[in-house]
């Protein structure tokens, strides 16, 4: 199937009618004698197979085979959208239930597992900084607005500057999250993310204790621990807002800053 990821992948770099042009030599392709002998179903044994769905590159396209038995069981093949083939397996009515405040986005994985997102408004949160020389300090600290998203039991925490769906996405400036905003619970169990649960994942989040794991790289002035920056910050008599030039973007290993989307997609097929 090399020809068909190559078909695919060039019909994703072209245009509109240049991808009409390229589906249909593809499925020119898939209906070639030598592609359907190699596809042949079986129509003799124990298990009679009249149909056919095929999955072709990164499952936004598929191919149906059938066999026309009143044609001397030929074999054909159609080109189908992912949209149609949802619509096909899924007659079934879903409902989300009723969203928590401030949801932003949802969905459900190839696995099957729905996941959620939640826009945090920028806002004063009282943390836990657990330290190794002044021991646990509870403080008032302004955070930036922060998207907080679940797919079972697992989340993941982003900070933005700003709700475009496009916008680039920042580390949260909290410790105990990894690189590309997973959260580490540590001894804590979260529940799975549902619209129902959600609220209760981000407040365990929140109120554990932040010690030094995964603190680096959250922070201009403070590259080495954000926990420094905070405590500055809990200091201050005024605590409007927190400093949205201080954030650090995510970024790939060549240096390129990700935003939401491709995070979004990153979780669909983790």
Not at 67 to 79: I, P, T, V, W
Not at 175 to 185: A, D, H, P, Q, R
Request: aromatic share 10%; proline share 5%; glycine share 8%.
């Amino acid at each position: 199937m090399e020809s068909v990821r190559a078909a695919d992948e060039t019909a994703q770099a072209c245009g509109n009618d240049t991808v009409l042009t390229l589906e249909a030599g593809l499925e020119e392709y898939l209906t070639s004698p030598v592609i359907l002998d190699l596809l042949k179903l079986p129509q003799d044994g124990l298990v009679r197979i009249s149909a056919a769905l095929f999955f072709l590159g990164d499952y936004e396209m598929f191919a149906f085979y059938w066999r026309d038995s009143y044609r001397g069981a030929e074999q054909h093949c159609k080109l189908v959208g992912a949209d149609a083939v949802r619509s096909a397996f899924a007659p079934m009515p879903l409902d989300s239930g009723w969203l928590p405040l401030n949801a932003v986005r949802c969905g459900i994985s190839r696995e099957g597992e729905r996941w959620l997102s939640i826009f945090v408004p920028p806002q004063i949160h009282q943390l836990a900084i657990q330290d190794t020389d002044f021991g646990l300090q509870q403080v008032a600290v302004p955070l930036p607005g922060l998207v907080f998203t679940g797919s079972g039991s697992s989340y993941w925490i982003w900070a933005v500057k700003d709700g475009a769906k496009d916008a680039i996405a920042y580390h949260a400036p909290l410790s105990n999250v990894s690189e590309n905003g997973l959260i580490c619970f540590g001894a804590n169990r979260a529940p799975v993310a549902s619209a129902t649960t959600i609220a209760q994942a981000l407040s365990l989040f929140l109120t554990s204790p932040f010690n030094g794991h995964s603190a680096s790289g959250k922070s201009r002035r403070h590259q080495g621990d954000i926990r420094f920056l905070l405590l500055d910050l809990a200091q201050q008599q005024q605590r409007a807002a927190y400093p949205l030039d201080d954030l650090c973007p995510i970024t790939t290993l060549q240096g390129h800053a990700l935003t939401l989307d491709t995070l979004y997609q990153n979780i669909q097929r983790r």
